[in-house]
Nanobody, 120 residues
Framework: QVHLVESGGGLVQAGRSLRLSCAAS????????MGWYRQAPGKQRELVAT???????DYANSVKGRFTISRDNPKNTVYLQMNSLKPEDTAVYSC??????????????WGQGTQVTVSS
């Protein structure tokens, strides 16, 4: 079983920065795609950013140039550096990790979510 633990959310003023972390642990053989998603009140969950095992990144248009996703493979951790935050970035942010466990089974795990609130 694979567990994800997120950290780094909080309340910040518009224009400031936050860094989210998501660490995967458990019976992990390999990790492929890692990503961050967010869900604002009354809205559907949306993709924020993804990063492949080779380091290729993809971003939602709304965060391009402000957010940076990165990963530390030996630590099985993915990060989301969020700069120039806007009130519309307020949401619950969740990480998602795909890979194979030590029994060669595919896993698709989600973090518990961390609240990010940006005040104007």
């Amino acid at each position: 079983q694979v567990h994800l633990v997120e950290s780094g959310g909080g309340l910040v003023q518009a224009g400031r920065s936050l860094r989210l972390s998501c660490a995967a642990s458990g019976s992990i053989l390999s990790i492929g795609l890692m990503g961050w998603y967010r869900q604002a009140p009354g809205k559907q969950r949306e993709l924020v950013a993804t990063i492949t095992s080779g380091g290729r990144t993809d971003y939602a248009n709304s965060v391009k140039g402000r957010f940076t996703i990165s990963r530390d493979n030996p630590k099985n951790t993915v990060y989301l550096q969020m700069n120039s935050l806007k009130p519309e970035d307020t949401a619950v942010y969740s990480c998602n990790v795909n890979g194979r466990d030590t029994r060669y089974r595919v896993f698709d795990s989600w973090g518990q979510g961390t609240q990010v609130t940006v005040s104007s």
